[in-house]
């Protein structure tokens, strides 16, 4: 997976983008240290001898000695200030001081982690052609288009971009936008896992990125990516095939409206300003060209400035964020009508009256094993944890429920949980049906219900799941802990290059 020498976006054009009605509600990490050390850097490394041509840092760490490896890997897990780095640096001779500051002040950030996963690439590549693979993503009728256009010795590998957005716990006055990308062809355990997830530049900025923004950088990013290298006698190709983001965000890159505007549902052309009706699917009703003619013209749902992004990937082509229009989006309504807060709550309709408290034992009833058994929810993972088992499970025999209350609750608990199976999906009915179930109980109850989030996933999952398989392990759940892996340690009071700091550091650690 190829990296280049590191983006850093500029904030200066960062702008009001679409106003989003909903809150973006996120298991925010804690990824700051009290302390951290923002002297000016004494050392300088003008006098050392740097390859400017040499463009792999793998090829760099193969001509650094192990002690030195191990002492620069310790320094980034530590988070290390350069001042401190130097001062743990004086006691060492001059050679090992040479290399280190070699390495640590490097902008070499392009290594390979093809090479290391060759293997599983192939096996799976085998099981797909041979039929024996059932519930691998790249089965999806979208998300598979690359690999089954392979022939000889190419391979045709596909990245999911992510422009999900985090904060810094202490520093209300900025907010990074890291650009990462998942290299979907791995095993799906190994695609999440935080060391294989590739960071490419960080956005900051006190507002969210406008379109402009994304305008100046989306090209470089294609560029950067999409590339072809030699992998042990194989020809890799390299391709983004999609993004997910919340909503602002993914907004914002395409240049739609926000989500109270007509006309601004990425999949459709459905209707409603704050909460909207289902209409024809926009892949259908504006495929492609026009779609191109949308874009150019703000029409249906676009702004008014172009998105450069459509020239790569179209909005209807995007994965539907689970952590956000799940948990963030229709979970929280359905959870504060059936175990209010306090009783004072401001209801959409009586639809989720109960007795709570009942419903609240049973939810304590339900035995799970430790690691499903959520007394107090604390993040947006925890919710969907908590929502698919103990709160569901109760949903069916509280006696106190209306029907349709249980109806919703259950097809809810369903959908979610098909998504934590191994179970093949050889076809879309089950999920348009619980899809369908769900937002006719809401409906009839009240529209308000269906918020832009909540529209999404009830109206246009089953679709997207046909096109991208099981969308929770692309959804922004392995973005949010990579952000935790690569960003924690780091004071939010370290101004002065903080985002080059990030980016060297996590990607030195990264291919140590």
Not at 67 to 78: H, W
């Amino acid at each position: 997976m190829p990296r280049t020498p590191f983006r850093l976006f500029s904030p200066i054009q960062f702008g009001p983008g679409p106003q989003d009605e909903e809150s973006e509600e996120t298991s925010s990490p804690d990824i700051t240290r009290e302390s951290e050390d923002t002297l000016e850097d004494p050392y300088t490394i003008d006098d050392i001898d740097y390859d400017d041509d040499e463009s792999d840092l793998s090829s760099t760490l193969k001509s650094v000695s192990d002690e030195v490896l191990v002492f620069v890997a310790g320094a980034c897990l530590e988070r290390m200030s350069d001042s401190g780095f130097g001062r743990m640096l004086s006691s060492q001779d001059e050679g090992f001081r040479k290399q280190a500051w070699k390495l640590w002040k490097n902008d070499l950030t392009t290594f390979s982690i093809h090479e290391q996963h060759l293997e599983s690439v192939l096996s799976i590549r085998e099981r797909l052609r041979d039929g024996t693979e059932k519930i691998h993503n790249l089965l999806g009728s979208y998300i598979g288009r690359l690999w089954k256009s392979e022939y000889g010795n190419r391979l045709k590998l596909s990245l999911l971009g992510s422009v999900d957005g985090v904060n810094l716990n202490g520093n209300r006055r900025s907010k990074l936008r890291p650009v990462t990308m998942l290299l979907v062809d791995l095993p799906t355990a190994e695609a999440q896992r935080a060391k294989n997830i590739v960071l490419h530049g960080i956005a900051e900025g006190a507002t969210n990125p406008s379109t402009s923004f994304w305008n100046t950088v989306i090209n470089w990013i294609y560029i950067d990516l999409e590339r072809s290298i030699e992998v042990n006698g194989f020809h890799v190709q390299v391709g983004i095939c999609s993004w997910v983001a919340d909503q602002p965000a993914k907004r914002a890159l395409f240049g739609m409206k926000g989500c109270n505007s007509e006309g601004s549902c990425f999949f459709g052309m459905c209707t409603g300003t704050h909460h909207k009706t289902k209409s024809e699917d926009r892949c259908v009703a504006r495929a492609d060209s026009l779609t191109d003619e949308d874009a150019a013209n703000g029409r249906h749902g676009f702004g008014r400035t172009i998105p450069r992004v459509v020239n790569y990937c179209y909005p209807y082509d995007t994965v539907i964020d689970i952590l956000h229009n799940a948990s963030g989006g229709i979970f929280s309504p359905v959870l504060n009508e059936t175990l209010p807060p306090s009783p004072n709550i401001e209801r959409k309709s009586d639809l989720f009256q109960n007795n709570h408290n009942l419903h609240s034992n049973l939810c304590k009833s339900v035995e799970l094993p430790k690691e499903f058994d959520i007394r107090k929810i604390t993040n947006c993972s925890e919710k969907i944890t908590f929502f698919r088992t103990s709160f569901g499970l109760s949903a069916l025999v509280n006696p106190s429920l209306k029907d349709e209350a249980r109806m919703v609750i259950c097809s809810l608990m369903l959908l979610t949980n098909s998504f934590y199976t191994n179970v093949p999906v050889t076809n879309t009915r089950f999920y348009k049906n619980l899809c369908d179930s769900a937002r006719w109980g809401l409906e009839q109850a009240s529209q308000h219900y269906l918020a832009t989030k909540a529209h999404e996933l009830l109206s246009h999952l089953p679709e997207v799941v046909d096109k991208f398989g099981n969308i929770a392990c692309l959804s922004t759940f392995c973005y949010e802990y990579f952000y935790k892996f690569a960003l924690k340690g780091f004071s939010p009071q370290k101004t002065k290059g903080f985002t080059e700091s990030a980016i060297s550091r996590q990607v030195n650690n990264e291919d140590i």
